[in-house]
C-alpha cells in the first residue's frame, strides 16, 4: 500500500535494512532458530544500520533524532525474515534503551550507551515478574535504601535476551503500595547478588533466549535510581508505547510473509486441474488476508504520524495492537490452510509464524490488557 507520508529518507532506511535482512539473516534463520542463538555479529550489524540509535544522543553514537515511521519500518523489514525470534533476540534491547537515554545519569550513558547502541553489548528491560505481568502497579521486588545504596531483593520472568544481557533496566518497589511506589534502576550482571537461569524451551521466538532474573541482596549506588524515586510507573509506561507500536509494525511484517507465501504456494499447486489461486475459494483467503494487511499498515500509518506530531495516542496504539494481533492469527491460519500438509513442516515461514502468534498477542500488553486501556483512555 501506498504510504502518504513516505519521504526519499525512509524509502531509503527501508531499503538498507531490507537489504541487509534479505543477504545476511533471512538464508540463516532456520539454522539459528534450531540452534536456538543469533551470532553477535548480526547485532553488530544491525547496530551499524542505525536500528538502535532513535531517539539517542549522537555523542552515544544515536541518530540524534527519532522518527516514528522508521523504527516501524525496521521493526517490519526484520520480522519479513520469517522468524521474530531472531528480531528478539538482537532487538529485545530497544525497550531498554530509551529509558537509559531519558532517564539514566550521565556517568552510566556514558560508561554504557555506546557499546549498547552499537550492538557490541545486550541489555534488558526487567518489568514483568512471576506473580503477573499485566499488573504492573502490583510489582512485588523492593529497592530498599541503605545509605548511599539501594538494596533489590525480588525476581523478574520472561525477560527477552536476559541470558546474554551485560546491563538490565529493572523495575523495584521503592514506596508503598500501587503505581506511585516503584522505580526504575540500572542493574549491570555482574553486581554481586545477581543470578539468572534460562526459561527454557518456547512455543516461538527458540532464536532468542527467554529469561527468569534473581535479585537477592542486589545493592547498586544510588545514582543507578534512573528518574524520580516513585515516578517509574509513568516511565514504563510511556516506553510500552512505542514497544507496542515496534510490535504493530512487526505484525504487519509476519502477516506479509503469511499472505507472500500463501500466494508463491497457491499459484504453483494444482489441485482439482488447476492451480490453487483459479480456486474461489482460495482467492477469498487471500482477499480476506490482503485487506487485514492494509488495514492495519494504514492504521500503522496513521498513529506514526500521530507520534511523530507529539501527541502519543495511546488508546489507538493499544487498539492497533489487538487488531494486529488478531488480524495476523487470522492470516497465520489462513496461510497454514493454503499450504496445507506442506505447511505444518517445520522450516517454513508459515509454520513458524503460525507458532509465534502468541508472543505478540500476549507479550507487551495483552489483547485483554490492551482493549481495557484503550476503553479507558477513550474515557469509558
Ligand atoms: C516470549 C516473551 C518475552 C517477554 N519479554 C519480556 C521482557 O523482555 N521484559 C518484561 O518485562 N516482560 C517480558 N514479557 C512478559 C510479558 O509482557 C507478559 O507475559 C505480559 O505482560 C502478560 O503477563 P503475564 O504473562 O504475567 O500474564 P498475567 O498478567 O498473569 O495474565 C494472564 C492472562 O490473563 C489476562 N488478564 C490479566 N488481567 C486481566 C483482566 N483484568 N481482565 C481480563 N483478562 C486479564 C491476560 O491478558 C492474560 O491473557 C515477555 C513475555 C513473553 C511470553
Request: proline share 3%; charged share 25%.
Amino acid at each position: 500500500m501506498q504510504n502518504p507520508f513516505d519521504t526519499p529518507e525512509r524509502r531509503a532506511f527501508r531499503d538498507s535494512v531490507a537489504r541487509y535482512v534479505a543477504t545476511e539473516i533471512t538464508p540463516h534463520v532456520d539454522a539459528w532458530d534450531e540452534a536456538g542463538d543469533v551470532p553477535w555479529s548480526v547485532h553488530e550489524g544491525l547496530g551499524a544500520l542505525g536500528i538502535f540509535g532513535f531517539g539517542v544522543d549522537e555523542r552515544y553514537g544515536g541518530l540524534g533524532f527519532d522518527d516514528v515511521f522508521m523504527r516501524a519500518a525496521f521493526a517490519e523489514e526484520l520480522a519479513k525474515c520469517g522468524a521474530t525470534g531472531v528480531g528478539a533476540a538482537v532487538g529485545g534491547r530497544i525497550i531498554s534503551i530509551g529509558p537509559l537515554q531519558k532517564l539514566a545519569s550521565d556517568e552510566i550513558r556514558d560508561a554504557v550507551l555506546a557499546d549498547i547502541v552499537a550492538g557490541r553489548v545486550g541489555s534488558s528491560l526487567a518489568i514483568t515478574e512471576p506473580s503477573g505481568g499485566s499488573d504492573v502497579a502490583r510489582l512485588k521486588t523492593s529497592a530498599r535504601r541503605e545509605g548511599g545504596d539501594y538494596v533489590l531483593n525480588g525476581q523478574k520472568a520472561f525477560i527477552t535476551g536476559g541470558m546474554k544481557s551485560d546491563y538490565f533496566v529493572v523495575g523495584a518497589r521503592t514506596g508503598g503500595e500501587g503505581l506511585e511506589g516503584i522505580s526504575l534502576f540500572f542493574v549491570p550482571a555482574d553486581t554481586p547478588g545477581f543470578s539468572r537461569a534460562d526459561m527454557g524451551p518456547k512455543m516461538g521466538w527458540w532464536a532468542s533466549d527467554t529469561a527468569a532474573l534473581y535479585l537477592d541482596e542486589v545493592r547498586v549506588p544510588a545514582r543507578y535510581l534512573m528518574g524520580e524515586e516513585n515516578r517509574g510507573f509513568l516511565s514504563i509506561m510511556g516506553n510500552f508505547n512505542y514497544e507496542r507500536i515496534t510490535m504493530v509494525a512487526i505484525m504487519l511484517g509476519m502477516m506479509k510473509v503469511c499472505f507472500d507465501h500463501s500466494v508463491a504456494w497457491a499459484q504453483t499447486r494444482e489441485t482439482f486441474g488447476k492451480p490453487l489461486i483459479r480456486h474461489q475459494v482460495i482467492r477469498h483467503k487471500l482477499a480476506d488476508m490482503s485487506a487485514r494487511i492494509d488495514m492495519i499498515e494504514a492504521y500503522l500509518n496513521q498513529i506514526c504520524w500521530q507520534a511523530n506530531e507529539g501527541a502519543m495516542p495511546v488508546a489507538e496504539i493499544s487498539k492497533a495492537k489487538f487488531s494486529a494481533s488478531t488480524a495476523l492469527e487470522f492470516c497465520a491460519s489462513q496461510a497454514m490452510q493454503i499450504l496445507g500438509g506442506a505447511g505444518y513442516l517445520r522450516g517454513n515461514p508459515v509454520e513458524r509464524m503460525y507458532r509465534e502468534v502468541k508472543v505478540q498477542a500476549i507479550g507487551g500488553g495483552s489483547e485483554e490488557i490492551m482493549r481495557d486501556l484503550a476503553v479507558r483512555q477513550m474515557g469509558l
